[in-house]
């Protein structure tokens, strides 16, 4: 009677701790989601910033190509400065790269402090992906910090911004071995090991006991 009761309770003993340990899982599951879900969100607002900075260095290479011909035009004409050149030109709608340049850059400059807010107000604990946010959250101060946008500071911009996405890329790959990781280094979950390894040698102990 006694061996009957003792399985028993071996039994419903382990059964409790198997479905916590299931339940630990999918809860360490279910925050680590979140937190790539939270970096996901992230990276999309990097892939705006991305765009607002293609275009002002288009503008740049614009602005570039447009003072070479205005420089070659002037020189054929003979125009003494520039104000020559324009005078000459009245009939054209001139657009300000200056002006462009700033509304770009106000923008953009938007983007990167809603980012820079949400990741200061994060809670994103596995070590992976807080590397990452700190690579994005230096990008974005190195952005926001910058007073004058320049071809220099554009290939600096996208040097950075290469690297997080190459980081990023590899988070998505080594996910499966990153969420392990934090199952096996659980401390909730490790106490659990614990009980049911004792559960088994109990049960093991007391067959072999014939108890």
């Known amino acids: 009677m006694f061996n009957v009761l003792w399985n028993i309770l071996l039994g419903i003993v382990g059964g409790i701790i198997s479905s916590v340990i299931v339940s630990r899982v999918f809860f360490i599951q279910g925050e680590y989601q979140q937190q790539t879900k939270f970096v996901d969100g992230i990276i999309r607002k990097l892939a705006t910033i991305r765009a607002y900075l293609s275009v002002c260095k288009s503008v740049f290479e614009v602005s570039y190509d447009e003072d070479i011909r205005i420089e070659k035009e002037m020189k054929d004409k003979g125009y003494r400065c520039e104000m020559e050149y324009y005078a000459a030109h009245k009939d054209k709608n001139w657009i300000s790269f200056k002006d462009l340049l700033d509304k770009f850059k106000s923008t953009l400059l938007k983007v990167v402090e809603t980012a820079e807010d949400e990741i200061a107000n994060s809670n994103v604990t596995d070590k992976y992906l807080a590397e990452i946010l700190c690579d994005i959250s230096n990008y974005l101060h190195d952005i926001s ?3 004058e946008l320049n071809f220099s500071a554009l290939n600096r911009f996208e ?8 980081k990023y890329d590899k988070s998505k790959r080594i996910s499966g071995k990153q969420l392990l990781k934090l199952v096996v280094k659980d401390k909730v979950m490790i106490v659990l090991y614990i009980l049911l390894c004792l559960i088994i040698a109990a049960t093991v102990f ?4 014939g108890i």
Do not use: Q, V, Y
């Open 159 to 166: 040097k950075s911004e290469r690297l997080i996405f190459e």
């Open 206 to 209: 007391s067959f072999a006991l």
């Open 145 to 147: 910090s910058t007073k």
